[in-house]
């Protein structure tokens, strides 16, 4: 099966040698290379990912992202210059699924766009098995993607949403945060690579402080987070 | 107008207003005393005549013909004549103000001819005798001046005529003092307060908010003040200006640099493809030393961005203590496949200002480079120590590692850029600039970094750091910037 990715970088060359990369690996890469024509490529809806350079000439990549998740959740790999953190930090908060600092090596882009493609796959094939989680106020239902605290929807980003279902199922104990990266972002986890982090702190934000005040999440020094518990699950999943 | 006109002006004009105050004072009290005393002059005699007719009128002719004779003070508006006998009765039963009945009761009590003069209510009375020696009190009362005139002056003017520092006279220095405080505070505010609005704006400057620029309220006044803002606009252009470009040289400077190594990386990627199996260790090489490359550049810009000032934004109030647990929770991770550990003791809650990123970076070199030196089994020990003794204190991040040590004359070049020991085992992982940078970017936070072989084996980097005040103003901004600022620096980054 090839899947069509878009890739969106101002480097033609670079495009030119990931299409020749990602051909054999059953990628069909179409590649534009500025912001504008970017957005209106990835609007198409013919592209299972984008791959987004965070320096176009003329729109920065994050002004694309943030134009096309105003209309699309589609899944978006972030090219971002290594060593600004503030860029990883901002692409993933904006909804990046990831973010790869570039020079990248291309063995491990096609691995994380194959990590977000079966995570956006498992979307359509967790339809079938619908069911809802609960963990107090919290309920979010794996058929239609949908969060809520107490009445009010929660907008999280997949992997957001993925994290939370993690953290929810093992609400009450403490999951090491190589096995978040393992399971939530499908790759082996290396040190110094913070994108889970910011990946909890987000959804942290987003879900607001507990009933009591509290961060739902919490932050188990040198081991990792858990989701702390007042009352036992209700929802169980069928 | 030039400040010095400005100055001189506004001193002049307080000054003369604060002697016009003075002056207007005396002339007021005067005049009312003036006043008073011609007032008497006038009246003393004539009121002594009127007694003299009237007793003289009620013995001769009877009540009546007083009664007419009083009657025509009445025409004189205001002025009342009034009559008492002995009894302290008015002779035409008519009721008298207190003033007057106090004078009168006051009068009786004396003997003989007797004038009395209550100057302020405007009241003349006089004690006469009659023929069969029956004292009697004529009082005449003049209408007083408007009730607010004669407070205002009584309250400033009473007991003038006594040469003495009265409760008056210290009011009039009340008054005086207040007048001068007036002009004072608003001739300094009008110094200050736009001096005021150039120090704010010169601190944001600081603070890297260069779009910061001094309002017209300041440009429009003409003065010194004013051509110091128009300055100080000139030179934040021209900071802003360059800063900018520094930053898009910077991001330029790394794009052309790594756009090569992104496109040298995918074609190793494609080289390895198709290589034959006996180029794979070649290969592997060239991966090695592209990724080297890239790790330099990487630090040469961290380190031009350090220097600039540039990566030192976003300033936040952030908890050291958890960044160094989060490095030390790493590298123990890395740690693990070499038997070592990497553990974290001592102070909680640091909480110090700065550019956090930055910082983590500065100290992941630190605890990477002992990790890298220790010996296999042995734990790298961090310990923070807080150093409260001076306001603000410190906080003293320990990097410990039992490894081999260093040559003890090469300990201070380690911090130089670039600088390769005798020693040196190839350095395969470092690049010569980590604990380089691990300095400036202390050092620009207001820190030290410094190191020594410990006592018995091993090495330690000590990492100096000052604490945010306590209770301060900024602790409220104690969180990490918002999606937006970021945008923003995002976007200034660009």
């Known amino acids: ?238 | 107008m030039r400040l010095h006109i400005k100055v001189f002006l506004w001193f002049w004009l307080g000054v003369v207003v604060v002697s016009g105050t003075l002056i207007g004072l005396t002339e007021l009290t005067h005049s009312r005393v003036q006043d008073d005393r011609l007032w008497r002059e006038k009246y003393g005699p004539r009121v002594d005549l009127w007694a003299r007719q009237e007793t003289h009128i009620l013995r001769t002719e009877g009540p009546a013909a007083l009664e007419a004779y009083v009657g025509s003070f009445q025409a004189d508006p205001g002025v009342t004549n009034f009559m008492f006998d002995a009894s302290g009765r008015e002779v035409f039963n008519r009721t008298a103000s207190p003033p007057v009945l106090k004078m009168v009761d006051g009068l009786m009590q004396s003997s003989g001819w007797t004038q009395g003069v209550d100057a302020a209510e405007r009241i003349i009375a006089e004690r006469v005798i009659d023929a069969k020696g029956n004292p009697y009190v004529v009082v005449v009362d003049f209408p007083a001046p408007s009730v607010l005139s004669r407070s205002l002056v009584d309250l400033l003017a009473a007991d003038f005529s006594d040469g003495r520092p009265t409760r008056a006279s210290l009011l009039r220095l009340t008054v005086v003092v207040g007048v001068a405080g007036i002009f004072c505070f608003v001739l300094a505010r009008h110094i200050a307060a736009p001096i005021d609005r150039l120090r704010s704006a010169t601190k944001k400057i600081a603070h890297q908010q260069l779009q910061t620029r001094i309002d017209r309220g300041v440009l429009n006044r003409g003065d010194e003040i004013a051509a110091l803002g128009r300055d100080f606009n000139g030179m934040a252009d021209r900071i802003e200006t360059l800063v900018t470009a520094q930053r898009h040289l910077l991001a330029d400077v790394s794009h052309a640099l790594r756009s090569p190594l992104a496109r040298l990386n995918v074609a190793l990627g494609l080289a390895r493809r198709h290589s034959a199996p006996g180029a794979r260790e070649h290969l592997d090489r060239i991966e090695l030393e592209t990724e080297r490359l890239n790790t330099l550049i990487g630090q040469l810009l961290t380190m031009a961005r350090v220097d600039s000032g540039i990566g030192l934004e976003p300033r936040v109030v952030f908890d050291v203590a958890a960044i160094v647990d989060e490095v030390a929770m790493d590298a123990d991770y890395e740690a693990r496949a070499r038997r070592c550990v990497v553990e974290v003791s001592g102070a909680r809650n640091c909480m110090v200002s700065g550019a956090a990123d930055m910082i983590r970076g500065a100290i992941e070199n630190v605890v990477r480079n002992a990790v890298r030196h220790a010996a296999d089994g042995t734990p790298v020990e961090i310990f923070l120590e807080r150093r409260d003794e001076k306001m603000p204190g410190t906080v003293v991040i320990n990097v410990r590692d039992h490894g081999a040590g260093v040559p003890e004359k090469i300990v201070p070049s380690l911090f130089v850029p670039f600088y390769r020991g005798p020693h040196a085992d190839n350095n395969q992982n470092g690049t010569g600039l980590g604990l380089a940078i691990t300095r400036r970017v202390f050092e620009v936070h207001g820190g030290t970094a410094t190191a020594a072989n410990a006592e018995g084996g091993g090495f330690v980097v000590v990492l100096e750091l000052p604490l945010q005040a306590q209770g301060g103003a900024d602790q409220s901004e104690a969180v990490r910037p918002t999606i937006e600022e970021q945008g923003k620096n995002a976007i200034t980054a660009a």
């Open chain 1, 1 to 238: 099966m090839t899947r069509h990715l878009l890739v969106v970088d101002d480097d033609a060359e670079l495009c030119q040698l990931l299409s020749e990369y990602l051909m054999p690996e059953g990628y069909d890469v179409e590649a534009v290379h500025n912001g504008t024509e970017g957005v209106e490529r990835a609007l198409s809806g013919d592209h299972a990912l984008v791959v987004l350079d965070v320096m176009l000439p003329d729109v920065r990549g994050f002004e694309v992202l943030r134009q096309l998740r105003a209309r699309s959740r589609m899944p978006v790999l972030m090219l971002t210059a290594r060593g600004n953190e503030q860029d990883r930090i901002l692409g993933l908060e904006m909804g990046a699924d990831d973010y790869l600092a570039k020079p990248f090596n291309p063995r491990e882009l096609s691995a994380r766009i194959e990590a977000i493609l079966r995570r956006s796959g498992d979307r359509r094939t967790v339809d079938a098995r619908a069911g809802e989680l609960a963990v107090d106020d919290v309920t979010m239902n794996k058929a239609s993607r949908m969060v809520r605290r107490g009445p009010e929807p929660l907008d999280l980003t997949t992997v957001e949403f993925d994290l939370l279902e993690a953290l929810l199922r093992a609400a009450g104990r403490v999951i090491p945060r190589d096995e978040l990266v393992r399971t939530v972002l499908n790759r082996p986890f290396s040190p110094f690579d913070r994108s889970i982090d910011t990946h909890v702190s987000n959804l942290r934000r987003k879900l607001g402080p507990g009933a009591d005040g509290l961060d739902r999440i919490k932050s188990v020094r040198g081991i990792g987070y858990q989701y702390t518990l007042r009352h036992a699950p209700r929802g169980v999943e069928k």
